[in-house]
């Protein structure tokens, strides 16, 4: 497609479809973008999640290509972020993991799994008492060893998708919420009937299942707490032997605290066991997180293919992009730029060894 003459349709205001919205406006396309819920508090996962980018952190449990994604996303979202003129959104601060005595085990099995994955090339450091003391004062002093992992970073999530809506509507795009749509070659079709588009981008997450009977939704569960008798400088990952607890920080005040992934599409509130486990380990993580506030707890799914990759496919008039899973910020800088410069027709597309294959189970003989 030549910049700047055609009409695009994004069906989705979740990550992928304002990141791919706002660039296609900046190309000089013209842009609809029409999301099933709110476009201020949408019930996208994007909105649920933590907004990390932690490609090491991932890597002991994905595929070596979340991580190459991963180390790509470090360098494109200072980019992008720069361009909306909001830099202090992200924050690269590495990560820290800690484990109570008697959970030592899984950090040494995360360094093995870790060095397995990268070869033995891994930037991860061992870290004693004295060191997360230094690094995170405020955490409890029980804690006599840990790993820093280098590099990680996270964003503040929300304000990012706020931004990129006000950046869209300010670039002239068309924007409609509480407006649920189907998507078809060049054609999307709301309540009110059909339009035509020169181009239609399906971004939809787990609601794009009527194109993807395989892709389902894990779901995810969160806190969101506030007090001001701690801080913290980056993500901290408390390692048991049943769960990952991941808190991370938020302006003024607020954390976001999770663990959970269940295979099941159950949208119903957090179930109590996961809201005293969460609590309970955040607790033995500082009792300063005593007197927090609860503001809200977060439910959503986290849309996946089988092989828990993501995927863009291409026909005629359509492009679909989806299967973020757990790692949305992570990869949505090599999604997103894939997908773009499948749209210029640039021959040259990064990641299209992963991304451009069709999810395995629906490929045709
Ligand atoms: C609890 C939790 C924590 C997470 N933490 C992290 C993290 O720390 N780091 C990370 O990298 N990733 C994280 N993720 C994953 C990340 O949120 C997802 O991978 C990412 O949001 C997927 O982006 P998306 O744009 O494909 O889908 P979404 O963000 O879900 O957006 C899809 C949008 O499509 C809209 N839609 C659906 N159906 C229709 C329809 N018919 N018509 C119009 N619009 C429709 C939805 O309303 C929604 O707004 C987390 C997820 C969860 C649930």
């Known amino acids: 497609m030549t910049p700047g003459t055609h009409h695009i349709a994004i069906a989705g205001a979740g990550l992928l479809g304002r990141l791919v919205a706002w660039q296609l406006l900046r190309d000089g396309h013209a842009v609809t ?9 949408p019930p996208a996962a994007a909105w649920t999640a933590a907004g990390m980018v932690a490609p090491l952190c991932e890597t002991s449990i994905s595929e070596r290509c979340v991580h190459d994604m991963g180390r790509f ?18 924050q690269q601060n590495g990560s820290l993991m800690v484990a109570h005595p008697q959970d030592l085990g899984e950090l040494t099995q995360f360094r093995r799994d870790l060095d397995h994955a990268l070869g033995g090339d891994s930037p991860c450091q061992t870290l004693s008492g004295s060191d997360i003391q230094r690094l ?18 996270h964003l503040d999530n929300r304000t990012l998708l706020s931004r990129l809506l006000e950046a869209i509507r300010a670039l002239g795009g068309e924007c409609h919420g509480h407006c649920p749509v189907e998507t078809f070659p060049g054609e999307v079709a709301t309540a009110e009937g059909r339009r035509h588009f020169d181009l239609v981008v399906d971004c939809r997450g787990t609601g794009a299942r009527p194109h993807h009977p395989s892709l389902r939704g894990v779901r ?38 999770g663990a959970t992934q269940i295979e099941s599409e159950d949208r119903s509130p957090v179930s109590l066991q996961s809201s005293l486990e969460l609590g309970s380990a955040l607790y033995t993580l500082s009792p300063a997180f005593a007197e927090a506030r609860i503001l809200e707890q977060g439910v959503n799914l986290r849309p996946a293919f089988l092989d828990n990759l993501p995927h863009v496919t291409h026909q005629q008039g359509l492009i679909s992009a989806n299967g973020l899973f757990r790692h949305g910020y992570l990869l949505a800088p090599a999604v997103v730029c894939h997908l773009l410069a499948e749209i210029r027709g640039h021959g040259d597309q990064p990641f299209a060894d992963i991304l451009a294959a069709r999810p395995p189970q629906e490929t045709t003989a």
């Not at 973008?33 to 508090?41: I, M, R």
């Not at 913290?232 to 808190?247: A, F, G, K, N, T």
């Open 136 to 153: 995170e004062p405020d955490l409890a002093g029980g804690f006599h060893q840990g790993l820093y992992l280098p590099d990680e970073a």
């Open 73 to 90: 996303a470090l360098t494109q979202w200072p980019t992008w972020l720069e361009a909306l003129e909001a830099p202090s959104l992200w």
């Open 33 to 41: 973008l029409y999301d099933a819920g709110p476009l201020d508090a």
């Open 220 to 257: 995810g569960e969160t806190l969101h707490v506030q007090t001001a008798e701690i801080r913290l400088s980056r993500p901290v990952r408390l390692m048991h032997p049943r769960y990952q607890l991941y808190v991370v920080p938020k302006p003024e005040h607020r954390f976001v605290i």
